[in-house]
Nanobody
């Protein structure tokens, strides 16, 4: 079974940057589209970004466009989420998830999930 592990979260001040990583094991990641989702306490899980298996297509929720960049290095079996100009409203647990095709609006449709990494944006 595909296993995913997120890393790179932490505490940053508003305007700062973080780079999240999603590393896969057991299977090669290029068979899967990878989405990033986030969930703040008391709020619904929200789709943030997704990248197709080939890397040819990327998707972003409107609130992060121009600030976040998703990329993948299939040779390293890893997907990245570069987060710049972070805002307090970006604070959440961030998860990566895999399925055959991107669908940023449907987290329930993703088959595999990592354990999550905490991102806190605060002064």
């Amino acid at each position: 079974q595909l296993q995913l592990v997120e890393s790179g979260g932490g505490l940053v001040q508003p305007g700062g940057s973080l780079r999240l990583s999603c590393a896969a094991s057991r299977f090669t990641l290029d068979d899967y589209a990878i989405g990033w989702f986030r969930q703040a306490p008391g709020k619904e899980r929200e789709g943030v970004s997704c990248i197709s298996n080939s890397g040819s297509s990327t998707y972003y929720t409107d609130s992060v466009k121009g600030r976040f960049t998703i990329s993948r290095d299939n040779g390293k079996n890893t997907v990245f989420l570069q987060m710049n100009s972070l805002k307090p409203e970006d604070t959440a647990v961030y998860y990566c998830a895999a399925r055959r095709r991107c669908n940023i609006s449907s987290p329930r449709s993703y088959n595999y999930w990592g354990q999550g990494t905490q991102v806190t944006v605060s002064s």
